[in-house]
């Protein structure tokens, strides 16, 4: 099973893609309304300052909707969980293994 850690300095396209390598889904990260741009960083499109040592880490056995709400909380940025083949948002009952398949 999977980890992936998320820190203020990663950039959006490193976050992307270390998602999508662990849960096989596709992570959509938004500036407002708005994709994030992949160059980015996770400090740059917060919108709460970001203090040192302040990163989340996330297994598989998360519930989709539990890490959006992580992400919401602890960087106040909007993420979403899409199907792998990024046809539309996956079930958020569903784990983050699960979403993948």
């Known amino acids: 099973m999977a ?3 998320i820190s203020g300095n990663m950039k959006i396209k490193t976050l992307k893609n270390n998602f999508n ?4 889904s596709i992570l959509r990260v938004y500036n407002g309304v708005k994709f994030a741009d ?3 960083t996770v400090g740059k499109i917060a919108k709460k300052p970001i203090k ?3 990163d989340i ?3 598989g056995r998360s519930k989709v909707s539990t890490f959006e ?6 960087y106040d940025i909007k993420v979403q969980v899409a199907k792998s ?6 079930d958020n009952d569903l784990t983050l293994t699960q979403s993948g398949k």
């Open 57 to 59: 880490s996330i297994h």
């Open 69 to 74: 709400k992580q992400m919401k909380e602890t």
């Open 38 to 40: 992949d160059e980015d």
């Open 52 to 54: 040192r040592g302040e």
């Open 85 to 90: 083949d990024d046809s539309g948002l996956v």
């Open 21 to 24: 390598k662990a849960f096989g």
């Open 3 to 5: 980890d992936v850690s």
